[in-house]
């Protein structure tokens, strides 16, 4: 059973550009999650996904930001107009249910580097 | 919102000796607090977690305690060896996981 699954695994944008990174959850699970971990920091929540439906993006950015998670596909965020600001790792991490005793399984990260 | 608070932010043991990571939450509604190690360049994994109705859980050579009066959750790392070498999270879960800022641990063979 193939672990939660991210690409790239690195990303290399020039400021003003678009980026999209990739998440494919564990088989079975249809939740997702969003982190983003700047350079000796912990992770800080961005938002929280089932299939089609976004259910808490309390973390995101207003703007520049988006998240969606189709019905067919992987789970997709999306940054508008790149800033320097933006680069770090992104996590994606997949749980069976919702609540807080369905472990989250994480992905290996996208590393953006905004230049 | 929650707040995690984490310390030390580096710890440096001698192999085969005992390393202890604290944190401190401030939501009494958060009830499920996750350890994860973070190794360099990796995601981060779950190494052990406990639920607010049980005080301490162990597992082999790791065992995390909560106090739930006291709002503070211990990692206890005993016997390490140098593959501990990691960076290491703790959390607190209330609709929405929070991380503390991380434990960067060494251990020195």
Request: aromatic share 10%; glycine share 8%.
């Amino acid at each position: 059973n193939a672990g939660v699954m991210q690409n790239p695994r690195h990303l290399v944008r020039r400021r003003g550009q678009e980026a999209r990174l990739r998440c494919s959850p564990m088989k079975g699970h249809s939740h997702v999650y969003w982190y983003r971990q700047l350079p000796e920091e912990g992770l800080k929540f961005m938002v929280y996904l089932q299939k089609e439906n976004i259910i808490d993006e309390s973390g995101m950015p207003k703007e520049r930001f988006s998240a969606e998670f189709p019905k067919e596909g992987p789970s997709i965020l999306r940054i508008q107009q790149v800033v320097r600001g933006d680069s770090a790792a992104y996590f994606c991490a997949s749980s069976p249910g919702r609540g807080g005793y369905n472990e989250q399984f994480f992905g290996p990260g996208t590393r953006l580097t905004v230049l | 919102g929650e707040n995690v608070e984490q310390h030390p932010s580096t710890l440096s043991v001698q192999e085969g000796d005992s390393a202890v990571i604290k944190c401190t939450y401030s939501d009494s509604a958060s009830n499920y607090f996750p350890w994860y190690k973070q190794e360099l360049g990796k995601g981060p994994q779950l190494i052990i977690d406990i639920r607010s109705n049980v005080g301490e859980k162990k597992d082999q050579r790791i065992a995390v305690t909560l106090n739930k009066t006291a709002k503070h959750f211990s990692l206890h790392i005993t016997e390490t060896q140098p593959e501990d070498s990691a960076v290491y999270f703790c959390a607190a879960y209330n609709e929405k996981l929070t991380f503390g800022t991380g434990t960067r641990l060494t251990i020195i063979p």
